[in-house]
């Protein structure tokens, strides 16, 4: 949002200042156990996906034998711990703050919003999807989410 005030507004922009989104390590001190194959997924925190990249999601997930999960206010459950039930996922498609939460509890995770997509968050991409805040909307290697990027 940074660089939109300074833009779009008359703030000077050395008078933005930027506060990344965090996690308290010791509240998601539960990490989950690293499995062979993934089983399970999340669609965590996020809203605004068309019904039909929805539906793509959750068959590249059946696909896959991975089960699908949505949690958030967006499909009527919001879980106000995720510290308790993102240790239960082994995949975590999410971008901001529910990332890092994600990846705090031991998740792998894929950056989506609707209609983009990201790569999977690993050590080398990990300080450029900070910088993005986890958004695929503002990662130079985001793709369009289509059926053949989901496989």
């Known amino acids: ?39 399970r997924a999340v669609l965590f925190g996020q809203s605004g996906f068309y019904p039909a990249e929805l539906e793509l999601l959750e068959t590249a997930c059946a696909d896959h034998g991975i089960a699908l999960d949505k949690v958030g206010y967006a499909y009527g ?13 082994d995949i975590a498609f999410a971008i901001g703050r529910s990332a890092i939460e994600a990846a705090a509890s031991g998740c792998a995770v894929v950056p989506v919003v609707p209609q983009l997509a990201g ?9 450029d999807w900070a910088a993005s805040n986890f958004s695929p909307r503002y990662f ?12």
């Open 77 to 89: 459950n919001p879980r106000p711990r995720p510290e308790y039930f993102l240790p239960d996922y």
């Open 140 to 151: 130079t290697s985001a793709s369009v989410m289509d059926s053949e990027w989901l496989g």
């Open 1 to 39: 949002m940074a660089p939109r005030l300074a833009t779009e507004t008359t703030i000077p922009e050395d008078r933005i200042v930027t506060i990344p989104n965090f996690v308290d390590l010791e509240r998601f001190s539960r990490v989950r156990k690293t499995i062979a194959r993934p089983a």
């Open 119 to 127: 790569a999977i968050v690993v050590p080398d991409t990990l300080e």
